[in-house]
Nanobody, 125 residues
Framework: QLQLVESGGGLVQPGGSLRLSCTAPGFRLDYWAIGWFRQAPGKEREGVSCISSRDDSTKYADSVKGRFTITRDGTEHMVYLQMNSLKPEDTAVYYC??????????????????WGQGTQVTVSS
């Protein structure tokens, strides 16, 4: 059973940075498309970024373009989300997920079939 584990969340001031990590113990993450999603209180879960396993191409939500970067480290079986210039509106629980049906990513929530437990990111002064 694939189980994803996120880490790296925390409390940061506006303008600060965090790096989230996603791993799946016992599995390589370079087989499938990987997505990062977030859910703020009272809001629906939304796509943030994703990375394809076919060519490591990436996609970003408009709200995070130029501030967030998704990368894959196949050797360490990790996927990272580097978040810079954080804003209060980035506050949410962040989840990583895999789409095991494809090597080409999208940010369609229902396409993803395995999820982590989430890590809280709070941006506040």
């Amino acid at each position: 059973q694939l189980q994803l584990v996120e880490s790296g969340g925390g409390l940061v001031q506006p303008g600060g940075s965090l790096r989230l990590s996603c791993t799946a113990p016992g599995f390589r993450l370079d087989y499938w498309a990987i997505g990062w999603f977030r859910q703020a209180p009272g809001k629906e879960r939304e796509g943030v970024s994703c990375i394809s396993s076919r060519d490591d191409s990436t996609k970003y939500a408009d709200s995070v373009k130029g501030r967030f970067t998704i990368t894959r480290d196949g050797t360490e079986h990790m996927v990272y989300l580097q978040m810079n210039s954080l804003k209060p509106e980035d506050t949410a629980v962040y989840y990583c997920a895999t789409d095991q049906r494809t090597r080409v990513c999208d940010m369609v929530l229902n396409d993803y079939d395995s999820w982590g437990q989430g890590t809280q990111v709070t941006v506040s002064s």
